[in-house]
């Protein structure tokens, strides 16, 4: 079975799918965007299961590229996949790194046993990935990835990031 692919522009935490994949910092414990969002929206059971994480095999945060989920609070989803983008200058434009999110979200999904799962345009905000390359590096991960996960859908906060990524999914 393939994974299908949707785009929509929207909130991500109004998605009522399995998993929200949350663009987060190394910290785990909130931000700004959509880190920020899905904490607020969430509430207080998203934080505190992230500092348990951090109190346990986190203590010094979860690393660029790696993975891990919570409960998903009160948003319509049932957990939240936390995964850290990497800052484009740097990183140096890794792309690996990138994709590594991906990948390690899928693979987390994957552990769930989630069927759908909803992604933001991960390290295009305050990260600086240039958006048509976040896209491309996007669709293809995903596309390339073996996983059991059904659906797969790229939540785009604009009609810019909405653009980009439709351009990818043709």
Not at 21 to 27: C, G, P, T
Not at 127 to 154: M, N, S
Request: contains cysteine.
């Amino acid at each position: 079975m393939s994974t299908i692919l949707t785009l929509t522009q929207g909130d991500i935490t109004e998605q009522a799918v399995d998993a929200v994949v949350n663009a987060a910092n190394s910290s785990l414990l909130g931000g700004g965007g959509v880190d920020g969002a899905i904490h607020r929206r969430g509430g207080p059971d998203i934080l505190a299961e992230c500092r348990a994480l951090r109190a346990g095999h986190y203590g010094r945060g979860l690393p660029t590229g790696q993975a891990v989920a919570t409960t998903a609070g009160r948003l319509p989803a049932r957990w939240v996949i936390h995964t850290v983008g990497p800052v484009f200058q740097v990183s140096g434009g890794d792309a690996s790194l990138l994709a590594s999110c991906y990948r390690e979200s899928l693979r987390v999904a994957d552990e769930l046993g989630a069927r759908t799962i909803a992604f933001p345009a991960i390290s295009t905000g305050a990260y600086g990935w240039p958006l048509d390359d976040a896209a491309r590096i996007a669709v293809q991960t995903v596309r390339d990835t073996e996983t059991a996960v059904e659906e797969v859908r790229f939540v785009l906060f604009d009609d810019q990031a909405f653009a980009a990524f439709a351009a990818c999914v043709r």
